[in-house]
């Protein structure tokens, strides 16, 4: 029993901290230092951020790799090229059309496809 009364008495005199009457002072000094030493972690991150960016472009540009994407991109536009037009000559030989007929046939069927989703509109607005 006494050791949960002096429990409670000390829980009720910890409850709270007490007030000193330079708190007020304490605690802008502390906000002090903390802003000081923020702005010199955001000032050290932004040049190492800097520093590293130019050591990022010039490792870049040292290594031609605006080159080698250029080379390899023009290399895969060779080889779409070379494949779509093996699917078109393959298709037109299957169909036994000519480009102009087969992209007339094309144009036209988008046009149905394209009034029919135009109806279906319509008719779901009414």
Do not use: C
Request: proline share 2%; no cysteine.
């Amino acid at each position: 029993m006494v050791e949960r009364e002096f429990e409670a008495g000390l829980e009720r005199m910890f409850a709270q901290a007490p007030v000193y009457p330079d708190a007020e002072m304490f605690s802008d000094r502390v906000l002090a230092k903390l802003d000081r030493s923020w702005r010199w972690r955001r000032l050290g991150i932004g040049a190492a951020g800097a520093v590293g960016g130019v050591i990022a472009i010039s490792q870049t540009l040292g290594s031609n790799l605006t080159l080698h994407m250029q080379q390899s991109l023009a290399n895969s536009f060779r080889t779409v090229d070379a494949a779509v037009d093996g699917a078109v000559s393959q298709t037109e030989s299957l169909v036994g059309l000519s480009t102009s007929a087969g992209m007339f046939w094309a144009v036209s069927a988008m046009m149905v496809i394209a009034a029919g989703a135009a109806a279906l509109r319509l008719f779901e607005e009414v």
